[in-house]
């Protein structure tokens, strides 16, 4: 008796491990799944754009990079549907847009609350994770005003 119980608790336990887990479907797929929930009709330059966006992790990009990568992917995209693409992806909450100054725009595939390193030399953008910075201690929004969002950049320069 004791071992057929044993026997459907372990089964039990597979099928929420299963029902669990992600699906492991087509990318391209779950690409154009992923556009249309965020309201956007997967077209071609979409799904192309997106496909270099989210398709290997986490990454900070401008419109150039993305642009000479979709050339190198033989996408034919242009440089205005890139940027377009670049803001409808923000728009709908798939892309952040980072404001660095005196740079081109970066946009982020991470949209989590989270915070950047800047290298100042060569521009690089690096996550600090939210936990990481201690925002506490920050002043209260004037009357009438909510804070909406808080990002830090944190600059770095070479030590002398
Ligand atoms: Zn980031």
Redesign the pocket.
Known sequence: MAAGLTLVDAEAGMKAAVATKPLQGCPVHELRSKLRRAGLRPTRQRVALGWLLFGRG?R?VTAEKLYEEAGKARANISLATVYNTLHQFTEAGLLRE?AVDGGKARF?T?VAN?H?FLIEETGV?M?IPAANVDLSQLTAAPEGLEIARVEVLVRLRRKS
């Open positions: 986490d900070h980072i982020d991470n989270h950047h953008l996550d």
